[in-house]
Every structure is written in C-alpha cells, then in structure tokens.
C-alpha cells in the first residue's frame, strides 16, 4: 500500500482535478482479505499487543491526567436536535463511501419520512479495520468522509464524537486519540472530544453518553469519576440518557452466556443511571446529590448487522402500550455483514447477574436486518469458500506441498509401499508417521491448528463446537495423507523424474489448495447454518459489503424518534467529480444508492419516560 505523504489528509473544500492518490491523500481500499495468512498474523500480533497495551498503559488513566473533561453542552438549548448513529466503519471504499454519501445530504427521504443530516454524528466503535493507523484511518476513513463532504461552515458544520472498539484499540488506542480527540475535521465534521468517552446534553431533559469499554470489557477509574460528576453537576432527577457502548453485551450474554461484558454494564448503568444511590461514594463538598436517571434506549455496534429489542414485551390484552426501553445494535457502518439467525428471538436477563434488588427483565426481538431467513441463506456461500479466499487455499495447497516434502524425505514413499488400497496407504502412512516424531509432531500440530479454530464461545453449543472442531481437524489431516498418496501415486505414471516432481508439485497446489478449501467452507457452512456458532469467522470470508445501516434520531420536545436506514445493495462503480465545491460530493455512484427503513420508525414519547422515572 502506498505510503501517504502526509499523517492525514490536508482540508481543502475542492476536489483535485483527477483522482490521484497522492492530491487526494487517500487510496480507495477494497474489502479485507481476512483470510490472507499475513493480514491474520498482523492481527493476531496486533491483538497481543494490545492486551498489553491495556494491561500495563491504559491510555484512557493518561487523558484524564492532562486535561478536565466537560460534558459538551452547546445542543442542550435548541428547540430540535437531530442526530446519527454509525458504527463498525472505516472498511471496504464501496460500503463506507456510500454511507458518508447519504450522511452528507443535507436531506434524506426514507420511506415516505423526511429526515435531516444530524446536528451530531456518532461513531459507535471500530472506525478503521483490519488495525488502526494513521494510513489506514487516511485510506478507509477520513478518506471517504472528506469525499463525501468536504466542507460545511463553522457555525452549521455538525459535530463527531467517537467511542473506540476493540480494533481501535489494537495499537493501545494511539491514533484515535489523534484522530478524534484533538478537534481535528473529518470532512465537514467536527470532532469536539479531549477522551475516549463523552456526555452530550441534550435539549428535553436528554443526554447522550458514550463510554469506552476497553478490550476487557472495563470501565477505568477515571471515566467511572466522569459520569458520576456529570450525574451529580449537570443531570436533573427524571433526565433521559441514550448510552452508547461498543459491544452488545445483553445479545452476547443471551446467546454466547458471556458474562463479564454484561455484568459490567449492568454495573455501569445502575451506578450511574438507573440506581444511583445504591453504591454512592461519599460526594465532593462541592458536589450534588446523585439522581435517578432513565435509560430508554441503548445503542452499541460490534455486530456488523441491525438488531432491536424491547422490554416490557408486547401485552395481548393492551397492545397499544410503548416499550420503556430500546436495546439496539446497528453495526452495519461499513464492514462485512454479520449474521442474524443465531440471535434470539427473545431472552430473560440473568438474575445472578443483576445488581441491586430489580428483578430480570424479558426481551422482545423486534427486527433483524437481514432477516433471519436471509441470513440462513447467505452463509450458503461458503460452499465458494476456496474462490472467495484464494489466499487461505493457496496457504492449503502450499501446506500439502510441505507436507509431501516432509514424506519423501523421511522415505514414507518407496517402491516396497506402492499400495493401490488408499486405505491400506492410510495405514502404512500413519505407521510410518510414528516411526517419524518429528513428521508425527508436524502432523499432531496441523490437526491441533484445526481443532483450536473451533468456536467455543457459545456455551449452550460448546460440545458441538468441541466435537466440530476435533472432526474437523480429523478430516483435514486425513484428507492431507491421502490427498498426497494420491497425488505420488498417480503421478509415479510419469517417466521422467523432472517431468514427475513438476506435475506433481502443481498438484498438490491446485488439489491440496481445493480440498483445504472446501472442507474449511463445508465446515463454516454446518457450524454456523446449523449450530449458529463461527458467526465472525463464517461470513468474514464472504466479506459481504452489502445489507449496510445507520441510525438517524430525531429529538423534539413531545418525542425522540430512531429511523434505522437501511441500504440494501451499496454501487460497485463510482465516476470521480473534478473540481467539486462547496461540500459537493466528489464521487458519484454509477448506479443508484437507494436509502430505506428497516422498520417503522421507533418512537419514545417524553411525557411516558418521565411517567417511568
């Protein structure tokens, strides 16, 4: 990837007059290859590293030593406030551009609903993927948001506030510090923020509160004094909050039982939102009192796909009553699509994980995006799992290659051994493989890899992620000694030996790299289609940039309402605008961009949140 000549790219409110890369200060990236056996080693090191980083140097304890924080107010006098909500971003040019594209409009009709560019623009966590840098931030980020509107004036220019996810965090959290908490502009957005977390007061008695969870799912000292002197200095009883958070603890806790996540934020909400008092530290002489605030909606990405639920479920004998409380992800900012049908329909918190004395509340799903049917069927495309990922299949042809090597060199091939039984070959390689502990370990290792790819995180499903992943790694290994037998058997039919070791040597790539392949798809294909597990890992590889979404919010004085839009299929092909002024776009989609809902527009009644308070 070519180097950026700057850290990021220089504002300017006119388009160059070609697209080049170097006047641009950006590159349009494609979909990442997450099956790139290097892409996944600088993962896996990036993510080490980052458990260090937040182990030993918490970035998040050194801003609040450099600077006071303030909750921003500037929103909380106006008679309407509109709001957007974006998360999991920062990935493929075609689905982020597209999303920035429709941000930027300064008008958007949905589905007989008119609807305004919002006053602010939240980012939900993991704004750059694979991991974060100054390049890549240029290149998949600020890139196409500059693109898509360069330029508003100060005063109308809206504002950007950013919580960080886990792979914003993947280099200790450095370049979002820089990027969104130094007042910089992305395009025609502002960001406002000095740390990883933010309180925005709202007009109505609203607040917006977006905290930063770290990778453990932890919320620092310094962010816990945060909220609670914005709880005790700024709220009133009765105040409204929509917190933002990267991940969607109470999905995860539902179906993957992942307690920690959930207990924090169940910790972090009663605290400092719902039950104050219950736990309150003796206050500041110039401190308030802690109040009782209300906590109507939840909103949070990680999850590259929309999902909704509400509490109390739907009455049958008085249906007319509105759910108090909205639990929402909308992770399709960008990144490749996840799934839907593993998530339940609905589900019960656990009682030994709550807080305080309130009893667990019931969950009611009220879409999904995709819908689940959909979903069921789009993982079927992991049947095409070896053309969709040539990386991994030349990896896997690669690997029968080593591994033929490593059997002609301990002399497993000999003419004595030259069997037309393949099972009878199978059995004389695997005796042979315990004459060999060095090529025994080899082997043991290849299997071992397999079997540790299993996802055990889903606890309901854990024995058939256990037996899964050891039939899997079984069949790899056993496809790998006779995929070889019958490639040396067949081509010992070639006369020559130069003739012979080319031929089979392309074998092995092409056939090695189709079998690897498909028995990896096969597999993703049963284990999620069929048991709901490998969500991330099942349609990664089929990087599907379409079936994107964002939230629009619109706050007056009688109701807050939530547009989930939805964009079904972003365009493939964009023609460059030259000279382009005045916020102007400066790529035009070659075929249309069409913008929906995904549901009804949800609507909290203000006069109904005070009734809860």
């Known amino acids: 990837m070519p180097k950026s000549t700057t850290p990021f790219p220089a504002w300017a409110p006119t388009s160059p007059p070609t697209e080049d890369k170097d006047k641009l200060n950006f590159e349009r990236q494609k979909m990442e290859p997450w099956y790139d056996p290097g892409q996944l080693a600088r993962t896996a090191l990036r993510t080490i590293l980052s ?23 500037k929103l909380a006098d106006k008679d309407e406030v509109w709001i957007d909500y974006i998360s999991d971003l920062g990935s493929g040019f075609n689905s982020t551009y597209s999303l920035a594209y429709l941000l930027g409009k300064e008008e958007l009709h949905v589905a007989g609903h008119d609807t305004k ?23 998949r980020l600020i890139g196409p948001y500059r693109s898509a509107k360069s330029f508003i004036s100060e ?62 799912e932890d ?3 310094p962010q816990q004094e945060f909220f609670e002197r914005v709880n005790r200095n700024f709220t009133k009883p009765g105040d409204k909050v929509i917190l933002c958070t990267a991940e969607p603890s109470w999905v995860y806790q539902a179906y993957k039982r992942r307690d920690k996540s959930f207990r924090n934020l169940e910790w972090f909400c009663e605290r400092y939102i719902t039950d104050p008092n219950l736990r309150a530290k ?12 209300t906590l109507p909606v939840t909103i949070t990405g990680d999850m590259h796909h929309y999902s909704s639920y509400f509490y109390p479920p739907t009455d049958p004998d008085n249906p007319t009553v509105p759910p108090l409380e909205w639990k929402i992800t909308a992770g399709g900012g960008g990144a490749f699509m996840h799934p839907t049908h593993h998530l339940p329909v609905d589900f019960k918190e656990d009682e030994d994980l709550l807080y305080g004395q309130r009893k667990p509340k019931e969950y009611q799903s009220k879409a999904f995006y995709p819908d689940q049917k959909k979903s069921r069927r789009l993982v079927l495309g992991n049947l095409l799992f070896l053309i969709k990922n040539p990386w991994f ?12 090597w490593m059997m002609v060199s301990a002399e497993l091939f000999k003419p004595a051994y030259d069997q037309s039984d393949p099972w009878v070959a199978l059995c004389r390689d695997l005796s042979g493989l315990i004459r060999h502990p060095f090529l025994l370990l080899v082997t043991i290792l290849i299997g071992a890899g397999f079997i540790s790819f299993a996802d055990r995180s889903h606890k309901r499903n854990r024995w058939a992620a256990n037996a899964g992943g050891l039939l899997h790694g079984v069949i790899q290994v056993v496809s790998l000694l006779m995929g070889t037998w019958f490639i040396d058997h067949f081509c010992k039919l070639i006369p020559t030996d130069w003739e012979r070791i080319s031929v089979q040597s392309l074998a092995l790539l092409l056939i090695g790299g189709l079998i690897g392949g498909l028995v990896m798809g096969v597999y993703l294909l049963i284990a999620n289609g069929i048991f709901g597990t490998h969500e991330t890992e099942a ?17 007056t004085k009688d109701h807050l309402t939530i547009y989930p839009v939805n964009v079904e299929q972003v365009p493939r092909q964009w023609t460059y605008q030259a000279n382009m002024t005045n916020g102007e776009p400066w790529f035009e989609p070659d075929s249309p961009l069409h913008a ?13 949140s005070k009734k809860t308070a």
């Open 51 to 73: 458990s260090l980083f937040g182990t030993y140097a918490d970035k998040r304890e050194m801003q609040a030593c450099l600077k006071a924080s303030e909750p921003y107010i």
């Open 117 to 139: 560019r919002g006053n602010l623009l939240i980012m939900g966590g993991d704004e750059v993927y694979p991991t974060p840098s100054w390049e890549q931030y240029a290149n």
């Open 155 to 216: 005063p109308n220019a809206p504002r950007l506030f950013a919580i960080p996810g886990n792979h914003d965090w993947y280099d200790g959290l450095t370049s979002f510090l820089k990027v969104f908490c130094q007042q910089r502009w992305i395009g025609a957005w502002k960001t406002e923020q000095t740390r990883s977390y933010f309180a925005i007061q709202l007009p109505h008695n609203w607040w917006l509160w977006g905290i930063d969870i770290q990778l453990s």
């Open 219 to 221: 919320i620092d000292l």
């Open 282 to 293: 003796p206050p500041h002489p110039t401190d308030g009192p802690l109040k009782k605030l």
């Open 393 to 404: 299949t030349s990896l896997m042809g690669a690997l029968y290659l080593f591994f033929t």
């Open 539 to 555: 349609f990664s590889s089929l990087r599907i940039q379409d079936y994107k979404n964002f939230l629009r919010l619109h706050l």
């Open 596 to 608: 929906g809902l995904i549901e009804p527009p949800i609507i909290i009644d203000n006069l109904m």
